[in-house]
């Protein structure tokens, strides 16, 4: 089974080219948020896996308006060759929610006022939602709160602005949510998404594959509860053991609970969690990479018993020089070897 762009699975990316008719590039936006993990309403170090500095591209910095960092996020990836008519803000850094309401219109609005800018991704906790925030973003999903969205010069061909919110769930174990001082349960996920998808709003989730207590068999059976939300895609990405976190103090006392795969083994993880995925979930980013700088290098035993750098678990540490672009073409490469695709078995069984 190939799906429209000829893989095995259904890719986030397609999913907005056939909405768009066009390429969307992110553009990473600081907007100087903070999170209740760290400013003191639910603890002040944050989660424990968590280093933000290490998701931060050189032009996005709090200290810049949003139309500066769009402007040289347009110049950055051009400099690079990566050209595009339309162009998403992306609220990356902290819980780009947690902040009173009209906070947000403020740099949403700056956003959107911006002639490249086809729409807005938010990414933030469920637990800095409610129901005036996420009705004021379904009013700019609508176009209500915009009557000049049609501007002139602006590059976006859409009738309306495209909202996307990515909420950071990790896991659905509440256990694990526990352990890595997460400060929300599974149901406050849950209920954050159902109430985002009740409005029309895109909504994705996030997780981390290799959380300290999750088993391989963990990760697949947690199939069942992501394909009982509402979501219109996920991103998955290995734990990544950075410095200046706190679970590096846990793995160096029970290095035992933490999974640590090959690159063989991951794409291997990857392919039987998607066979268990409903095949109307796109599915975005597949691993992560940071700055070198930031990767604590911990020595890892791989399941076939040899000892290597862990480099952080992953992307450009014991994987090698592998960077997350490249998983693309090998996990269908997999998917392809194996005669499977995304949903063969959550169809089966469904």
Not at 227 to 236: H, M
Not at 264 to 290: K, N, T
Not at 344 to 350: E, K, L, N, Y
Request: hydrophobic share 35%; proline share 6%.
């Amino acid at each position: 089974m190939l799906f429209p762009d000829g893989k095995r699975y259904l890719s986030a990316e397609s999913l907005l080219r056939q909405r768009c008719g066009e390429r969307l590039q992110r553009l990473v936006v600081d907007a100087g948020f903070t999170c209740p993990n760290r400013d003191g309403s639910l603890g002040t170090e944050g989660c424990s896996f968590c280093n933000n500095a290490a998701f931060h591209p050189a032009y996005s910095s709090p200290s810049k308006s949003v139309r500066q960092q769009l402007d040289e996020g347009i110049s950055f990836h051009a400099r690079r060759g990566r050209f595009s008519k339309l162009y998403l803000a992306y609220f990356q850094s902290f819980s780009n929610t947690y902040a009173p309401l009209e906070r947000l219109r403020e740099v949403y609005l700056e956003a959107l006022g911006h002639p490249a800018c086809a729409g807005i991704v938010i990414g933030t906790r469920p637990d800095c939602v409610d129901a005036e925030k996420l009705d004021f973003l379904a009013g700019l999903q609508d176009g209500s709160l915009l009557p000049d969205w049609r501007r002139e010069g602006a590059h976006t061909v859409l009738e309306t602005p495209l909202v996307m919110v990515e909420y950071g769930i990790e896991s659905c174990r509440d256990e694990t949510l526990r352990r890595v001082g997460r400060g929300h349960d599974f149901a406050c996920s849950a209920w954050a998404v159902r109430e985002t998808a009740d409005r029309g709003i895109s909504v994705g989730g996030h997780f981390i594959l290799g959380l300290p207590g999750e088993t391989r068999q963990m990760l697949l059976d947690q199939c069942d509860a992501i394909n009982a939300l509402p979501l219109d895609f996920v991103k998955f990405h290995q734990l990544q053991l950075l410095r200046g976190t706190q679970i590096l103090e846990e793995y160096a006392r029970h290095p035992e609970d933490f999974l640590s795969p090959s690159l063989p083994e991951y794409i291997d993880l990857l392919a039987d969690i998607l066979e268990r995925l409903r095949p109307d979930l796109g599915i975005g980013r597949l691993a992560a990479s940071v700055p070198p700088r930031f990767l604590a290098g911990i020595p890892s035993t791989s399941a076939d018993g040899s000892n290597t750098q862990a480099g952080g678990n992953g992307v450009r540490g014991r994987w090698g020089g592998i960077r997350p672009s490249d998983l693309p073409a090998l996990l269908d490469q997999r998917l392809s070897g194996r005669n499977t695709w995304q949903g063969r078995i959550s169809i089966i069984h469904g």
